[in-house]
């Protein structure tokens, strides 16, 4: 129970307790992280604030990807509280929903920038600032999902984005590499969060993946968190520019 004991880390993307970053930030604690996370908005503070307090985590400020400044800020308050860090998990992602639905080509060019924008490149925003806060050596993981590598219906957009995403997990891990930063991603099956009741069908998505799966289920944010866990522990060390997939075979099969 002491894989994470003496590393700290920063926790983007918890919205609620139903939310992959809660799931990551709770194993995270029980394995003896330190955790801060920021929360998106004043509306999500009043609920990130007690799941923080029942974690016992820090709670560095309010940080929307879309506005660097506030990027900056959460760095500096985390750099006040840390000094340095091990870990950063990346559990951010937005498509307009009106746009998980129907088909890809019909997908706009402003949508289309902002869901790249917020889904693939904030996590190289992130990089760039965790880079100077990890003099020892760290770890990177972001969350994915397999309408990356085929198409899934309803994912459209978040398809393309995804498919960014996992390719600029190889360019980091390339570029970090040498400063032993390592760089993954967790291919997460569908699990029933905010985000997921955006996309079209998503019931029937579910139901589809308890029925085709090797495991014959989906999976949970616990299992997705303890797969964290092993990403950013020593565990995985010789890990790095991998999409590990945690969604209970399904992408052996579909
Ligand atoms: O089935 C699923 N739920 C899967 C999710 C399967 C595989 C991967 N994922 C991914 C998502 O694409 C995302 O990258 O996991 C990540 C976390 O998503 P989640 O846990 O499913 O969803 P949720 O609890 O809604 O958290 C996503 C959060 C946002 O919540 P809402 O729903 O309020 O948009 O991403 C954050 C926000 O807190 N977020 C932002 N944070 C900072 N700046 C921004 C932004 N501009 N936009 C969204």
Redesign the pocket.
């Known amino acids: 129970s002491g894989l994470l004991k003496g590393k700290r880390g920063l926790i983007?993307?918890?919205?609620?307790n139903?939310?992959?970053?809660y799931g990551i930030a709770k194993a995270a604690r029980a394995q003896g992280a330190e955790i801060a996370l920021t929360y998106?908005g004043e509306a999500?503070k009043k609920r990130v604030e007690p799941l923080a307090a029942e974690l016992g985590g820090h709670i560095v400020g309010h940080?929307?990807?879309?506005d660097p400044a506030t990027i900056d800020a959460v760095f500096a308050e985390t750099e006040k509280l840390f000094g340095s860090i091990d870990f950063l998990i990346h559990?951010?992602?937005?498509s307009d929903k009106d746009e998980l639905d129907g088909r890809y080509v019909d997908t706009t060019a402003d949508n289309f920038t902002k869901s790249m924008f917020?889904?693939c490149y904030?996590f190289t925003a992130l990089a760039q600032r965790a880079e100077k806060l990890m003099p020892n050596g760290g770890s990177l993981v972001t969350?994915?999902?397999y309408g990356a590598e085929k198409w899934m219906p309803h994912y459209n957009v978040?398809g393309v984005a995804k498919a960014a995403l996992e390719a600029s997990v190889r360019y980091l891990a390339a570029d970090l590499g040498p400063k032993n930063i390592r760089v993954n991603a967790i291919?997460?099956?569908?699990?029933k969060?905010?985000?997921?009741s955006g996309i079209g069908d998503f019931r029937y998505i579910l139901k589809w993946n308890e029925l085709n799966s090797p495991l014959r289920r989906t999976v949970t944010t616990d299992e997705v968190g303890d797969a964290g866990v092993y990403l950013i522990s020593d565990l995985s060390r010789g890990v790095t520019g991998e999409v590990q997939h945690v969604d209970a075979g399904y992408h052996i099969v579909g």
């Open positions: 983007f993307g918890v919205a609620n139903r939310s992959i970053a998106q999500l940080c929307d990807v879309t559990c951010i992602a937005f917020i889904s904030s969350l994915t999902y978040m291919s997460a099956g569908p699990i969060t905010l985000a997921a």
